[in-house]
């Protein structure tokens, strides 16, 4: 009696196993009917993208052929939102390697330091458009002024070919204004220095440079020890040439004088630290992009160079910012006017 009182337990609980297995995974077909939702629910999506896609192409074309001026903005417009968004991806893979791999900006590879570099500039620039389009109904305005001041209130995504050119030979148009300026403060602080051996060879340098030749980076190192203290180190040089040398690298002259300073010395660092990550990674392995776009920031205007001469004026550029220490940033930040200055010239 026993034995068969277990035998119909264990009968029963099989019997409860299996039913409630059937249960959870309901009644014959119920799998089939849901993976044939998904998958009606996915060609539906598809049907509905492709249709958009469709349209999509029709509008552009129509743009195209009955608006070309305003297709090649739109098209720019779209291309850039694209960009940017690729770029805010990037940026964030790298700040979440630097965060999981504790790493430094200094440690990145250069690529990665001048993307990093280049998007916080961006940003910058894009804030008080950002700013003006809060407001409801803001929105007509910022096109409005996008429109009409592309170059003041759009980063490079939003550039057409034809406004890159126009738009960086315009900045260096305003930077090169200031370059004999910047010469001309460093040869009026050079009367003040005490050693008359040094002094000598920095006046004839300026009045080199003055005259319109081209100076050599051995010319430069040799009278570094010049630009650790007064009267040419970034702490002590006059408030007029810190804010010529801010203006050659593109940053508001309009700050109280050690904001100025701060400012300088922080940019010029680092510059100095790509220009290690560069050498690093060696200037064969750069595109023209990025050479034309290191000289650029360099202080020379490459728009209009070959890569042969852009190649050429980084390596001096290298064999000097290389060799400098963090105290001698000065010479540094006055050889971005020094060695642009008559580069073109003397190659003509």
């Avoid at 299996?18 to 009917?33: E, M, N, Q, V």
């Avoid at 998904?38 to 608006?67: D, H, I, P, W």
């Avoid at 007029?240 to 940019?267: D, E, G």
Wanted: aromatic share 8%.
């Amino acid at each position: 009696m026993a034995l068969a009182a277990a035998a119909s337990c264990r009968a029963l609980g099989r019997l409860g196993r299996g039913s409630a297995l059937r249960l959870a995974r309901g009644p014959p077909g119920s799998s089939l009917c849901c993976l044939s939702t998904k998958a009606s629910s996915r060609s539906v999506l598809a049907a509905l993208a492709s249709a958009a896609k469709r349209v999509n192409g029709r509008y552009e074309r129509f743009l195209e052929r009955t608006f070309p001026r305003f297709y090649v903005l739109y098209a720019t417009f779209t291309k850039g939102i694209q960009a940017f968004f690729l770029e805010v991806k990037e940026v964030r893979k790298i700040k979440s390697k630097m965060s999981h791999q504790r790493l430094s900006v200094q440690q990145l590879p250069y690529r990665e330091m001048e993307r990093l570099r280049q998007f916080r500039r961006d940003v910058i620039k894009a804030i008080p458009i950002g700013v003006i389009a809060i407001p409801p109904f803001a929105n007509f305005l910022v096109i409005v002024l996008m429109y009409f001041f592309p170059r003041q209130l759009l980063v490079r995504y939003f550039w057409t070919p034809n406004q890159q050119l126009e738009f960086l030979d315009a900045y260096d148009a305003i930077r090169r204004d200031l370059y004999l300026d910047v010469v001309e403060s460093l040869a009026r602080s050079v009367c003040s220095l005490p050693e008359p051996q040094l002094r000598k060879r920095l006046q004839d340098l300026c009045a080199e440079v003055q005259r319109g030749s081209q100076p050599r980076v051995a010319e430069l190192y040799a009278v570094r020890s010049l630009f650790s203290g007064s009267p040419l180190g970034l702490n002590k040089l006059q408030v007029s040439h810190v804010k010529a040398l801010s203006q050659v690298l593109f940053l508001t002259p309009h700050l109280p004088a050690f904001l100025l300073r701060h400012r300088l010395r922080s940019h010029i660092l680092e510059i100095r630290q790509l220009d290690r990550a560069m050498l690093r990674l060696g200037l064969g392995q750069l595109s023209e992009e990025e050479l034309r776009a290191a000289c650029y920031l360099r202080g020379l205007n490459s728009t209009h160079l070959g890569m042969s001469e852009c190649r050429a004026w980084l390596e001096q550029w290298l064999g000097l910012s290389c060799k400098l220490q963090v105290s001698e940033a000065s010479l540094l930040a006055n050889s971005m006017v020094l060695l642009s200055l008559n580069y073109v010239r003397t190659k003509e």
